[in-house]
């Protein structure tokens, strides 16, 4: 019948319809719609390894530092590389540079280049206590101009040799320095100035030492190897010992030949100095693949 | 028979009628589709922005610290990032002066196509200048370090 | 009556459409979020930090180099598989690891240059039990200057004893690294932890 076949006609417009709609809105929103690009998370991990390997090798150039010319000549490490010997540094440090890469690139690509620069190290003198005794000398004794420039100050005094109570014991120098004061009571201080208190303990957690380190004028206090407080020297003032009594440790002081006492201390009290490169100069390249750092390290900080 | 005459009539414009409508209402579903995938894309594209701004952030406050460990600091890092965010690239800029809305000195904009307005981050550098005004196509941003103290967005050549 | 049922049908066919449209809609506003519950790499970081920052105390804390000198293990020369051992602590490094990473699991391994043979070669030895890690490890590594002048230690009863014997006093053979600097210096450690 005519009705029939127009029926049939009619559902298969419509069917047509449907397939092409749906058809057309895929492909539609298909453009319209992009996925989310989860890529984006970088993690920063070469500059953070750049940081950590800077702090690394400065901590191993310290160490190899200290222990270079002092252990064979002075017994002991000390701050400081012969004169006669740079050229003799300057080969273990580069050596330490390659062993460093070798060793760093068996799991990962970073390349180390350490130099020494002699022509930029600051040179100077240290000194230390005389003799095999661990007192500290008293005020009499000739200054050592200590400023903020000063490389490298240390000092290390046993607490319970610090006894006085009744007026400041142990101090470096008057008024404006640093200085251990024990109260009565039995509780202890380390002041800078005359009123800045940087670390107390009580009587009953006394540390048995009682550790000063300061490097180009900043520097903490320890008790025991734990860090209690920070200082800050920014006087120029003569380093003299005031009322040390029966305070006993040892101290490193070095200073730079700018310094006007520089070698010519000629006192009991204070051993001959070692003079030398007080303050080395580094200059520091770390290279990976997508970073690229360099810098002149001065190891004690000095950047004048 | 005059009820079938109208009947007729009546069907004629009720199936026009019918689908007219029909095809609006389908035409609307596609636009409010269009419109509620465009603020999904907005959605991952701001985090995805979020991602890489915090990213830059962090390469410029290592920079930073990586100037104060002694003299003459130098460094360029290359971080990768993706070509495209919602199919479109984008521009990375340094900022200064009092244009952004955290009170930093200054600030990160990323801007992009798939935004009207730029996106900013905060950068408090302790240590070092920034020098505003230095941009960097999105893929591959070099940030330097210059020997003067000075972080820009670029190679070398953008050093003052 | 046939005229009707056409335009129904025409009107199922379009509102076919329509709910089969808004089904895709629907379906495709779905976007892939298996990325975003990815564990992922910020845990990572946490950790890589984590011992990052332990072993940068353990040096401050003079605790590397006792632990690494305290030697005993595999015919004698290497550092004891013991140095790492907890309850009780056997060293200062053991009581540092155990105190900061007390829930990960870690390995340690030292590699270091051996000059003595020709050419020179990388050795790898692991202290005390290599664990197994899984697929999200990180590895953080640190190196160490010895010098000639470093105390050696003695493991003995669960505890690493000082000795008066120094590193440059020890024999060629009883120490596993090999003394290649006429200066100071006796050689460098790379000290490599794998957490997880």
Same mark, same amino acid.
């Given at each position: ?59 191993n150039l310290r160490t190899l530092f200290f222990a270079f010319d002092s252990v064979s000549e002075a017994g002991e490490p000390l701050p400081y590389i012969s004169?006669?010997n740079?050229?003799l540094f300057?080969e273990n440090v580069?050596k330490y540079?390659?062993n ?46 200590? *400023?903020?420039? $000063? #490389?490298?100050?240390?000092? @290390? ?9 009744? %007026? &400041? +014991? ?63 020297? *920014?006087?120029? $003032? #003569?380093?003299?010992?005031? @009322? ?9 002081? %070095? &200073? +730079? ?48 | ?160 | ?64 180099k ?79 200057i010895m010098l000639d002048s470093d105390p ?14 120094e590193l440059q006093d ?7 690294l090999?003394d290649n600097s006429k200066s100071e210096t006796y050689a460098i ?8």
């Open positions: 019948m005519v009705k029939n076949d127009d029926r049939s006609q009619l559902i298969l417009i419509a069917a047509i319809l449907i397939a092409t709609t749906i058809l057309g809105s895929v492909i539609l929103l298909n453009t319209l719609h992009s996925d989310a690009d989860i890529t984006a998370h970088k993690d920063s991990q070469s500059v953070k390894q750049t940081e950590r390997v800077t702090s690394e090798v400065t901590d004169n006669s740079p050229s300057e580069t540079s390659r460093y890469t070798e060793l760093s690139t068996l799991s990962g690509t970073g390349v180390l280049d350490v130099t020494y620069d002699d022509s930029a190290s600051i040179s100077g003198a240290v000194f230390r206590q005389n003799g095999s005794g661990n007192e500290f000398p008293n005020s009499a004794s000739p200054p050592i101009d200590v *400023d903020a420039s $000063t #490389p490298y100050m240390y000092f @290390n005094i046993s607490a319970s040799s610090v006894t006085d109570s009744s %007026s &400041v +014991d142990f101090e470096v120098e008057q008024g404006s320095g640093i200085a251990l004061d024990k109260k009565s009571g039995g509780a202890l201080e380390v002041t800078e100035g005359s009123s800045n208190i940087i670390c107390q303990w009580g009587p009953s957690d006394l540390p048995d030492t009682i550790q000063i380190e300061v490097t180009n004028g900043t520097g903490e206090v320890r008790g025991d190897g734990t860090a209690c407080g920070e200082i800050e020297i *920014d006087d120029t $003032t #003569p380093i003299t010992f005031e @009322n040390p009594g029966d305070a006993t440790g040892q101290y490193i002081i %070095s &200073v +730079d030949s700018t310094n006007s006492v520089g070698a010519s201390i000629n006192d009991p009290d204070y051993r001959a100095a070692f003079t030398g490169i007080v303050d080395p100069m580094f200059d520091f390249t770390y290279e990976d693949p997508s970073l690229r750092f360099s810098v002149d390290i001065r190891l004690f900080g000095g950047n004048s | 028979m005059i009820p079938d005459d109208d009947r007729s009539v009546s069907i004629a414009i009720t199936h026009a009628l019918t689908i007219a409508i029909s095809a609006v209402l389908i035409s609307a579903l596609l636009i409010s589709a269009g419109n509620l995938l465009q603020k999904q894309e907005e959605r991952v594209a701001q985090d995805q922005f979020n991602d890489i701004g915090a990213d830059i952030v962090t390469h410029i406050n290592s920079l930073d610290r990586l100037n104060a460990t002694g003299k003459d600091a130098n460094a360029s890092v290359t971080p990768e990032y993706p070509n495209e965010v919602a199919g479109e690239t984008y521009t990375i800029e340094l900022s200064g002066g009092s244009k952004n809305p955290f009170g930093t000195e200054f600030a990160l904009n990323i801007s992009s196509p798939v935004y009207s307005r730029t996106i900013q981050y905060p950068l408090d550098t302790r240590h070092t200048d920034l020098e505003a005004g230095t941009t960097a196509q999105g893929s591959d941003p070099t940030i330097t370090l210059c020997d003067q103290g000075t972080i820009v967005l670029g190679g070398g050549s953008e050093c003052p | 009556m046939s005229g009707d049922r056409g335009q129904a049908y025409t009107l199922e066919g379009v509102i076919g459409a329509i709910v089969i449209a808004s089904a895709l809609v629907l379906g495709i506003q779905a976007v892939n979020i298996e990325p975003w519950t990815d564990d992922g790499p910020e845990q990572g970081d946490e950790l890589r930090a984590q011992v990052t920052d332990t072993l940068e105390i353990a040096q401050d804390q003079n605790a590397l006792p632990a690494l000198l305290c030697l005993g293990g595999t015919d004698q020369s290497t550092p004891h598989p013991n140095i790492l051992a907890t309850s009780p602590d056997v060293t200062r490094l053991s009581a540092i690891l155990n105190d900061t990473l007390d829930d990960a699991s870690y390995t340690v391994y030292l590699n270091y240059k051996n000059t003595s043979v020709s050419p020179p070669v990388f050795n790898q030895t692991v202290i005390g039990q290599e664990g197994e890690s899984t697929g999200s490890s990180v590895v953080v590594t640190r190196q160490i050696v230690y003695d493991y003995n009863n669960r505890n690493c004893q000082r000795t008066d014997e020890l024999p060629i053979d009883s120490v596993y090999t450690v790379q000290m490599r932890v794998v957490a997880w």
